[in-house]
């Protein structure tokens, strides 16, 4: 089968690589139907983070089930399913406590010896604690809206939990990413009464808009820092959402939270100095957030979209199939598309 994979800085390619097979009672095969890249594959892209020559790469996708194990009970051949971005058994202390992120029988697609979601089939391993099905009857047009659930809506909702936004919130988001969008939806879903998100990128800012946001900042740095304490009353914002991982975008978290507010951060974090301690103490600052565990997740935004509460698919604004997934990879580098879907060509 043929598979997206990477051999250094902007060197993406799509190869034959062997097929997707069951080699556990708890795995399956799912054909992919549509994958997308992600804001963090362009940190391996870019070089930043290292992989290995022709690793494979993706941890975003839904399709059909081809192939079924053994001890596998929740999905059967023929079922479109969602995959979060690790694969978890659903059994473990930590999946019991709704973090599947640290499942010890999890991993990452695209890690050694996986598949990666940018390819025509994926081998999921611990289907039954992993994978989540949608309803037959549920339409075509809702994919994109599906596909986003397997990372960043899910990334988005985590960020809102972590600041703590709920009924009344005053919520900044910075990042103008498919992440932050999703967490501008995720405030909104949540109950906050005002969200500011940042960003300079009209596109963006009008996806912002219909996901919920009631005031857009376009500064950055320390403009945008006077910005919303002006629009605050000098206060700052109740909950902020981190979701780029610079430090620029923590600079810019810590000046515009309040007192005794909180920090969601979901931002992939690269050449991070140390957190300013002393001032998250000295002002009551309350961190929460890290890697998203989608998987706890994706019962109940499933169940949103499902329902027409929530709809995260314009998040994606390109498609591409696998042939062309490098011009995809180059357009989101390029800042000219924002989240690009990658539709497998399959043989025969």
Known sequence: MRATTIYGTRDIRVEEVPDAAIKEATDVVVRVELACICGSDLWAYRGVAKRADGQRIGH??????????GDVKSVQVGDRVIAPFVW???TCAYCQAGLQTSCRAGGFWGSKGSDGGQGEAVRVPQADGTLVRVPADAPASLLPAFLSLSDVMGTGHHAAMGAGVGPGSTVAVVGDGAVGLCG????????????????????RAKIASLFGATDQVAERGEAAIERIKEMTGGLG???VL??????????TAMGIVRDGGRIGYVGVPHEMPGLPLGKLFGRN????????????????LLADVLAGRIDP?????RTVSLDDVALGYQAM???TALKVIVQPQIAG
């Open 60 to 69: 975003e996708f839904l399709g059909i089930v081809e192939e079924v194990g």
């Open 88 to 90: 978890s058994d659903g």
């Open 184 to 203: 501008v939806l995720a405030a909104k879903r949540l109950g906050a009464e005002r969200i500011i998100a940042m960003g300079r990128h009209e596109d």
């Open 237 to 239: 914002a109740s909950a």
């Open 242 to 251: 981190e979701c780029v991982g610079t430090e620029q975008s923590w600079g």
């Open 285 to 300: 600052i309350a961190i929460g957030g890290g890697v998203a565990p989608v998987r706890a997740y994706l019962p109940e």
């Open 313 to 317: 698919g314009p998040v994606f604004d």
């Open 333 to 335: 580098d390029e800042r």
